[in-house]
């Protein structure tokens, strides 16, 4: 049975509001093709992070078996505060496809994996682990002081991106065949322990 705009926002808020309170989610036909839905979110934390991270959040909180039935026809535009859609900026995916196999040998090469294992699972005793905010404040100072360009970001963080790494610590877990944050979490798994979760807040 299909569902109104405003019973859509009423599910949509069931589904995300616990994990963004203030979000605000508009619904309504699409200015360009009126027999499709345009639905609008709108969160302050969208702020810190791209528009396919934003995506990517999203639809792991919202059930696919309800996407698949209200929402295969609809646009998204997730949106920082003060924003429209003309301001968002998607990856081209087949460009993302040809630079990943040497933007990820510059990235080992440069040491940055390495780097960014040494602040989310210290070696150094007592030291403490850094915290992954669901963003990449930690990898983007390394990603600076490996050479990467404030221009070259965009291209850099799609490929660690489309492999996974959707944030500091899911680079290590996803988008790197080894690091110690990865064995760490295997090793307590294998002991039967809860392992630890470097999300702040968690």
Not at 18 to 44: G, K, M, Q
Not at 55 to 72: K, M, N, R, V
Not at 184 to 200: F, Q, V
Request: aromatic share 12%.
């Amino acid at each position: 049975m299909s569902r109104t705009p405003s019973e859509i926002i009423n599910d949509l808020l069931g589904f995300i509001a616990p994990s963004y309170p203030n979000i605000d989610i508009r619904a309504e036909p699409w200015e360009h093709d009126p027999n499709r839905l345009a639905v609008y979110f709108t969160d302050e934390k969208f702020s810190l992070i791209y528009p396919y991270q934003r995506w990517h959040y999203l639809t792991h909180l919202i059930p696919a078996d309800y996407q698949d039935e209200h929402l295969s026809t609809s646009v998204w535009f997730e949106l920082a505060p003060g924003e429209s859609p003309a301001d968002l900026r998607y990856p081209d995916e087949e460009l993302i496809a040809d630079i990943t196999p040497d933007v990820m040998r510059i990235l080992m090469r440069t040491g940055f994996f390495k780097r960014l294992d040494d602040v989310m699972c210290p070696v150094e005793v007592g030291k403490t682990a850094g915290e992954c905010w669901g963003d990449f404040r930690n990898a983007v100072p390394i990603l600076h002081n490996c050479g990467i360009t404030e221009d070259e970001l965009f291209d850099v963080l799609h490929v660690l991106m489309f492999q996974g790494g959707f944030c500091d610590c899911e680079i290590l877990y996803n988008a790197v065949e080894e690091s110690r944050l990865k064995a760490g979490y295997w090793k307590a798994r294998a002991a039967g322990l809860e392992p630890p979760n470097p999300h702040k807040g968690a």
